[in-house]
């Protein structure tokens, strides 16, 4: 990443359109795996809750990475802008489910 | 890849972190953008908790499947990343100098948000015909309609808006009058619409 040998970068920008393309083809296959726990095959709720929750985290860093560039970017930016909202997420998570799931009578 | 950032080898991490000409070796557009993004996010933050409160308080939840068309938006969510892959392309052949070819991807991933937009106004007309209201539906369950209407509303806005900004673009970069790296901040815009629905559409359709 810090260095201008024109050779390599030549190179890495050759790899470039190869990597959004394999990203995409990621996704896709995702995707597919999304709709088809849901519409093709029927699976206990904790395993599809599973499978959905951990093809969403995939794509999102997929995109993340590639798409926004955070892979090519000084890691610290990453820190800066991923802690916080994964944080956000728990914490709300975390004050929320309790008190709906009172409202509901299950706990 | 040093087409992304600008790195310059002689500048101290002191330099860096005081926040000088570029703070976190990030242009002040790339930056003003990741805040833009950033305060987005927690809005829709802010959306997604709020339909998990209503749907985890709510004693019944109607079945999607049966309502909506789960394979048609599953067909939206395909559009929507191949609309950010040819982003990502658009912005590398800007870089190497192909204007035309970025033009054509631009133009490809314009015409796939237009795609996208008008599948969810399909879904939005098959739902209210169907006799969903913002604050009443027939499924018996007021938050239901409430939060799909908000939320992806709320995104919808965000495609079209897109489109409009990348179509700005796709005219500053055909005039020569915008370079690669304000074609990249249009392109972190457009995989922030793309890596929100990621989360959008299992809440909504599929959990």
Redesign the interface.
């Known amino acids: 990443?810090?260095?201008?040998d024109p050779e390599i970068?030549e190179h890495?920008?050759m790899a470039?359109?190869r990597t959004?393309?394999t990203?995409?083809l990621i996704?896709?296959v995702l995707?597919?795996v999304?709709?088809s726990?849901?519409?093709v095959f029927t699976l206990p709720t904790a395993l599809r809750?599973t499978i959905?929750?951990i093809?969403?985290c995939l794509?999102?860093s997929l995109?993340?990475a590639?798409?926004?560039?955070l892979k090519?970017?000084?890691l610290?930016?990453s820190y800066?802008?991923v802690i916080?909202?994964i944080a956000?997420?728990l914490v709300?998570?975390w004050g929320?489910?309790p008190?709906?799931?009172r409202?509901?009578g299950l706990r | 890849?040093?087409?992304?950032?600008t790195?310059e080898?002689e500048q101290t991490a002191a330099s860096r972190w005081a926040g000088g000409r570029s703070p976190?070796?990030?242009g002040w557009g790339k930056l003003m953008m990741?805040l833009f993004l950033?305060s987005d996010?927690?809005t829709f933050?802010?959306m997604l908790?709020g339909l998990?409160?209503?749907?985890?308080?709510?004693?019944t939840w109607p079945d999607r499947?049966h309502i909506m068309n789960?394979?048609l938006v599953?067909v939206m969510?395909?559009i929507l990343?191949?609309s950010?892959?040819t982003?990502?392309?658009s912005v590398?052949e800007t870089r190497?100098g192909a204007r035309r070819h970025a033009v054509w991807f631009l133009t490809a991933t314009i015409l796939a948000g237009f795609a996208f937009a008008a599948l969810q106004a399909t879904e939005w007309t098959h739902f209210i015909l169907d006799g969903a209201r913002l604050n009443t539906n027939p499924w018996g369950v007021p938050a239901f309609s409430f939060t799909f209407f908000i939320i992806t509303g709320y995104h919808g806005l965000h495609v079209v808006g897109g489109c409009v900004y990348l179509w700005a673009m796709a005219h500053r970069i055909a005039k020569g009058l915008s370079r690669a790296g304000g074609l990249?901040v249009a392109?972190?815009y457009?995989?922030?619409v793309?890596?929100v629905w990621?989360?959008i559409?299992?809440s909504i359709?599929?959990?």
Request: proline share 4%; hydrophobic share 60%.
């Open positions: 990443m810090h260095h201008h970068m890495e920008n470039l359109p959004f393309l990203a995409w996704l896709l995707t597919a999304e709709v726990v849901v519409v809750v959905l929750l093809t969403a794509k999102a995109i993340g590639y798409y926004m560039n090519f970017e000084r610290v930016m800066i802008i916080p909202l956000l997420a709300m998570f929320v489910v008190d709906a799931a409202i509901l | 890849m040093a087409a992304v950032g790195h080898a976190f070796d990030v990741w950033m996010a927690i933050s802010g908790v998990w409160t209503l749907r985890l308080g709510s004693p499947a789960i394979r599953g969510t395909a990343i191949c950010s892959t982003m990502a392309l590398y190497r990249e392109g972190l457009w995989g922030f793309d890596l990621v989360f559409w299992p359709y599929l959990l």
